[in-house]
Structures are given as C-alpha cells and as structure tokens.
C-alpha cells in the first residue's frame, strides 16, 4: 500500500471505512504514471502481470480543471486516455474498457439547438456532419491540437470550457482505437453529469473535498453581500426552466457495474434524468436557507451568453447555471428493468429525490471551500465563519444528522 493512496483514504473516509481498503490484501496499488511513457513508469514484471490478468480497466483518472487550455489539457486528458486505451488493448484478457467521460462533453448542443431544453442521447454527436467519418476527424483534430493547442471543429463549436471539448475529442479517439482493433463492443463511456455527494453509500453526504462542484458554487454564493447575483440564460422563466442535473456519486458507481456486469458497450449517461435534475429555484431555496446574511441573494437573469464578463464570477466559471439538459438515461431504465427485485435491492441506480433538495450535510465543505476562496482574494477569514454555517464532516454525522 502506498503512503499516498493510504494518506487519501484516510483523509476522505473515517477510520472504519479507511481500513477497509487501506488493509484489504485483494488491493494492489501501482504507483505509475498514465501518459508519460508507453509503461507508465511501471516495471517490466508488474506490466508482464497485468498483461496476464487484467479483464477490465475503470480509467477515471483525469484532471477536471474546466478552464485549462487545449494544450494543457492535451498532457492531462488526451495523452493519457489514448496511452492507456493503447495499452489495454494489448492484454489478451481484455473483457471491458472503461472510459469515465462527462454528460456535458455535448454541451456545445445548448448554442447549437436554441432550445430552453435540450436533449442529449447517449451517442456520440459528430462535430461535422453525420455522414462523415468522425473518428478520422478526431484524428486530425488531435494532431492539431498537439501541434497548435486548437483545432477547426473546436473553434467551429462552442463549448462551455476547454475542457467539454477535451472530453468530446478523447471520446472519439478511445473509439478510434478501440475500432482498429475491432473490440468496440469492450469499450463503455460513462458519462456522470455534475457530481453531487453519495445518496447512500458509503454513506448519505458523502463527497471528496472538491468532490462536488455544486458545494463550489455554493461557497462562492455564501461570501457574496449583494442582494442579486447575475446570471445568464435563454428561458421564458428561468426560475423554474433552467436545471442543473447533479448525479449523487453512488448513482454513478452503481450504474458503471451494473453495466459492466451486463456487458453494455458505447455510451451511457449517468445522471439525475428528466425526473431527478433540480430547477434552479430548488438550488436557491437550498442555498439561501444555509446563507448566514438577513437577506436573500437572488437570482439576476440576462439574455447575456455564458461567456458573458457581466455575469457573476461563479457563472462565468460554471457556464451551464440557467443552461437545460435533458440527459437520456434510457439504457440503464431498460436495465434496471430486467433486474429482479433482489438484485436492484442494494444498488443505487436512480438519485432519490424523495426528500427536498438540502445543502445541510455539505456545511463542513462549503465552510471549508469558502475560507479556501478568501484566502485567494486576501479577505479577511472572518468573513467565511461569518457568512457560512460550520458543520461538522458528515462522516461522523448518525443518519440524523448529528454528531
């Protein structure tokens, strides 16, 4: 076990939880590194082993800075899925490649469908037109994007940040290969939407740090003094129309197994869906109900695009705050459908939204993410105890709440 993996672990879990896996003899942890050489800086006797008994490869490893250029994200993302695809196509054992996207990878669609909803499949969307050969485009647009950190079809598009295009591009390319080597049908591409904290397991709340960009956001909310905050959409009734679609990170991981078990291939989406995302009105009532000041932030709307300098920082960084998607979920409904009562009895494929949409186990994060932001801006820490409720880490909270 490496000092790193174990210092995460622990950080991230309680102790109970953390020993689970920091002492679990069935877990090899290989200190390597995806895109730096064709090993991975790994031994010849470790790659020979995995060679010898490797049937399914989860890569999940990726940088989620949305706003690193092309070019930084070619080290980040696309060098290191294409490396590691290559190298997993290489063992004979090979029975499923996993390759962890994102549902916004097509958010380019908003511009391009005009819609107040738009809907996504779970496909790839061509950035030509359908009849052309898209994982020869893909190609050359990666050879472009080495050579000059951009590409045609990414300036022809617009994408919310770098990185949804990155995402897009890297789809592409793991299926270019996966299609030389005509092994399509072992290669799956999960696409979660924005990751919220678990709904059950390993526990109700639980999140990573920087786990959940929506406890970002709302950090960022916490520490603003003014009575409006400038958002950008293109809804009648924005309030009610716009949605933000956070998966509860279980949602994700049971979904990706299940599929697993079952051999799907090609894309699925795991997301909240058409009846799990939340309206904008449902976030708001659960941020302001956390926000310390005497009076509520409201919520700004202007028919300004997303890339707009007027809107509020924490919107020019998200982007898609009054954007809505309408991600399919279909493969995994039909699933679901075909499992019998006992097998779905402990798995967490549909977000419960059973409950109102609360931000109470999240107070340690928001806290600690909103002295975080006024460190950055140099303002006074005072201000992050003052305007955000500290609560105690969820992981030492009883199902009710409490310590």
């Not at 809907?119 to 030509?128: C, H």
């Not at 290669?187 to 059950?200: C, E, H, N």
């Not at 970002?216 to 293109?234: D, F, I, P």
């Not at 107070?363 to 801006?377: P, S, T, W």
Request: aromatic share 10%; with cysteine.
């Amino acid at each position: 076990m490496t000092s790193k993996a174990n210092a995460k672990w622990s950080d991230m879990l309680p102790p109970s939880a953390a020993q689970i896996l920091t002492q679990n003899e069935r877990i090899t942890i290989l200190d390597g590194e995806i895109g730096k050489t064709a090993t991975m800086n790994l031994s010849e006797e470790t790659l020979k082993r995995l060679k010898e008994t490797v049937q399914i490869v989860f890569h999940a490893a990726s940088s989620a800075q949305l706003h690193s250029s092309l070019r930084e994200l070619a080290h980040t993302v696309l060098a290191p899925s294409l490396s590691l695809t290559q190298y997993a196509l290489k063992f004979p054992n090979l029975e499923r490649f996993v390759f962890f996207s994102t549902a916004y990878a097509n958010a380019h669609l908003w511009e391009a469908q005009k819609s107040p909803d738009v809907s996504v499949d779970e496909r790839i969307y061509p950035l030509g037109r359908e009849e052309e050969d898209y994982y020869k485009i893909a190609l050359e647009a990666w050879s472009a994007v080495q050579k000059t950190g951009s590409s045609d079809e990414y300036n022809a598009h617009d994408f919310p940040w770098p990185y949804a295009y990155a995402k897009h591009l890297a789809e592409r390319l793991v299926l270019q290969k996966a299609a030389e080597r005509n092994k399509m049908d072992k290669f799956l591409i999960i696409r979660p939407s924005v990751l919220g904290p678990a709904d059950k397991f390993p526990y109700p709340g639980f999140a990573t740090l920087h786990g959940a960009p929506s406890t970002a956001c709302a950090a960022e909310y916490m520490l603003h003094g003014g009575r409006r905050v400038k958002l950008s959409t293109r809804s009648e009734n924005p309030n009610q129309e716009s949605t933000i679609d956070e998966v509860p990170v279980d949602v994700v991981v049971d979904r990706t197994l299940v599929h697993v078990a079952l051999g799907t291939s090609g894309c699925v989406h795991a997301v909240s869906g058409e009846q799990g995302r939340l309206s904008t009105e449902e976030f708001w009532h659960a941020f302001n109900k956390e926000r310390r000041l005497p009076w509520n932030a409201k919520p700004s709307w202007t028919f300004d695009d997303w890339h707009s300098p007027d809107l509020h920082h924490t919107a020019r960084r998200f982007k898609i705050i009054g954007t809505s998607f309408a991600f399919s979920q279909e493969r995994t409904v039909r699933v679901a459908e075909k499992l019998s009562a006992k097998e779905k009895e402990n798995l967490q494929l549909f977000a419960d939204r059973s409950s109102p949409y609360s931000l109470r186990l999240r107070r340690h994060h928001i806290h600690r993410q909103a002295v975080e932001v006024a460190k950055k801006k140099k303002w006074p820490l005072c201000s992050a105890r003052l305007l955000c409720r500290k609560g105690k880490s969820v992981a030492y909270l009883d199902k009710n709440g409490n310590v």
